[in-house]
């Protein structure tokens, strides 16, 4: 069963407005009203799950580069080991690891 959903929208609010503009638009084009509302509620809705996931995303991508200022710290005082405390190294992978032995200067100790 359909559910009837009624609201104004003011021409002397400017969001309201432009809202407006962009309804008569798509209506224009031959979109019904119910369409144009449904696919906007639809994309707002999507949005928002892809901000939550860049947002989870950008945490990791942090978590990683903390990691990595941290093992570069310890390389550029010498003292490269390997911290019992830390957890395992999932988001450094052993290649990443291997890339960055092999670019260290001559003279520093890595173990």
Do not use: C
């Amino acid at each position: 069963m359909s559910e009837v959903i009624s609201f104004r929208l003011d021409k002397d609010n400017p969001r309201e407005a432009r809202a407006r503009e962009v309804l008569h638009a798509w209506y224009a084009q031959g979109f019904s009203v119910r369409h144009v509302l449904t696919e906007a509620l639809l994309a707002l809705d999507e949005g928002q799950h892809q901000d939550e996931e860049s947002e989870f995303a950008l945490d990791e991508v942090n978590r990683a580069l903390h990691q990595v200022i941290q093992m570069l710290e310890r390389m550029q005082n010498g003292r490269y080991v390997a911290d019992d405390d830390q957890p395992p190294r999932a988001a450094l992978t052993d290649t990443f690891v291997a890339s960055v032995r092999s670019a260290a200067r001559p003279g520093m100790k890595l173990d």
